[in-house]
């Protein structure tokens, strides 16, 4: 996407995003609008302002990570206000995020949402026929077929229709 200078219509090459107090703020400026607020700076040389933030040393691989590429938030931006910019972050750093939603979610990392009490017999049923499905795949994979037909057998056992079949 694309973004407009703030303070007139050229593309934006300077963005900058700031949180404060939870509120994300964005800056996008033309590079004539950046040197004016000073932003700029010589060729190859980062301007005063962004070059006090970032520590002197090697770039190490969590500063050259890619950024979200709908807000530019970067993953040590999330790790130190623990906020993610929008929906795309999820995507952006799925790699990242997947073990905290882990972590935090008891070790589910997919929405189950609530159950009423009396679906619960039903999901359950589900779920097993599920993972009964996927071991079944997996045997025949690996052809072990003794063990597919004893799948085979417990997915028969289970009542009502599998996973995509008719009555």
């Known amino acids: 996407m694309e973004h407009k200078c703030d303070l007139c219509d050229k593309p934006a090459q300077v963005h900058e995003v700031l949180i404060k107090n ?5 800056i996008h400026l033309c590079p004539e609008c950046a040197s ?14 962004i070059a006090k933030k970032i520590p002197t040393g090697e770039m190490t ?12 938030l ?29 972590r935090a979610q008891g070790g589910a990392t997919h929405h ?15 779920l097993q026929r599920t993972r009964l499905l996927k071991q079944l795949n997996e ?4 052809e072990q077929y003794e063990r597919a037909a004893k799948i085979r057998d417990t997915l028969h056992g289970l ?4 996973l995509g079949e008719q009555d």
């Open 22 to 26: 939870g509120q994300k703020h964005e």
């Open 36 to 49: 004016a607020q000073g932003y700029g700076g010589a060729a190859g040389q980062l301007p005063a302002k």
């Open 61 to 72: 691989p969590e500063r050259t990570a890619p950024a979200c590429e709908n807000c530019g």
């Open 74 to 102: 970067t993953h040590a931006a999330f790790r130190r206000h623990g906020i993610l910019g929008c929906p795309g972050c999820y995507q952006a750093f799925e790699k990242q995020l997947e073990p905290l939603i882990s």
């Open 112 to 126: 189950c949402g609530h159950v009423p009490d009396q679906q619960s017999g039903h999901l359950d049923r589900q």
């Open 139 to 142: 045997a025949i994979a690996t």
């Open 159 to 162: 009542s009502g229709p599998l």
